[in-house]
């Protein structure tokens, strides 16, 4: 069982919409993480957050905005998203920035319209 | 260039044969060194990993892997794979500073089990 929770687990917007991905994670870990994963293809890193600041963003368009209200909670805000974003976005946290587990988010599925 | 290695793409066991999963790095310091597997629409779980100490880890659901230092290898392993291992596999590695402590993760391999 995932101690990472990830809502919703399957998600289907317009390119107009607005929406937004959770993430909730209740190990007490120090930093979070937004990873984007296409059908057969590793996870790549989107946003990296530690003490609920952000520490790194790939270079990520802005239709995608992350937000770390506290310590245990991250959020993936959607606007104008275009059906190329359409993929598996994975959540994960680790006990401090430098990486030596992540546990990972079972994800939420997004399609793009 | 720096980089995660799993050569192959796909990889068919019989069930209960032996499974070798390959993953070699190009780094020069020993990163630390895992193996995540996901099943289809889900999440990735950590199977094994390696931080430094002994090279042979175990890890869940009857996994190991064996940390090569002169082959620069931590290639994953288990003795009689069963269907519901069916699943992809992927190597990473962490703590490479020049990456800014990032994880690395390898193509993966797709694993599949005939009865």
């Not at chain 1, 992350?66 to 991250?74: D, K, V």
């Not at chain 2, 290695?5 to 990163?31: F, K, M, W």
């Not at chain 2, 892997?65 to 990473?92: G, I, M, T």
Request: charged share 20%; glycine share 8%; with cysteine.
């Amino acid at each position: 069982d995932t101690e990472v929770t990830q809502t919703p687990k399957h998600l289907v917007m317009g390119m107009t919409n607005k929406k937004s991905l959770k993430c909730e994670q209740h190990m007490g870990h120090r930093a979070m993480y937004w990873y984007k994963q296409k059908a057969k293809k590793p996870p790549e890193l989107m946003f990296v957050y530690s003490y609920e600041k952000l520490s790194i963003n790939e270079s990520v368009p802005s239709r995608f905005s992350p937000e770390c209200p506290n310590s245990s909670l991250l959020n993936l805000h959607l606007h104008a998203l275009q059906p190329e974003d359409s993929a598996l976005y994975l959540c994960a946290s680790s006990q401090e920035l430098a990486v030596r587990e992540l546990f990972f988010g079972e994800g939420s599925r997004l399609t793009v319209l | 260039a720096q980089s995660v290695t799993q050569p192959d793409i796909h990889i068919t066991v019989s069930e209960g044969a032996s499974l070798e999963l390959r993953c070699n790095y190009s780094y020069g310091a020993t990163p630390y060194l895992f193996w995540y597997v996901q099943s289809p629409g889900q999440g990735l779980q950590l199977l094994l990993k390696y931080f430094s100490g002994d090279t042979l880890v175990q890890g869940i659901k009857g996994f190991e892997a064996e940390f090569k230092r002169s082959q620069s290898s931590f290639n994953l392993r288990k003795p009689s794979v069963h269907w519901s291992d069916a699943a992809e596999y992927f190597c990473a590695v962490g703590g490479i500073m020049e990456y800014g402590n990032k994880l690395v993760f390898g193509a993966g391999t797709i694993l599949r089990v005939k009865s």
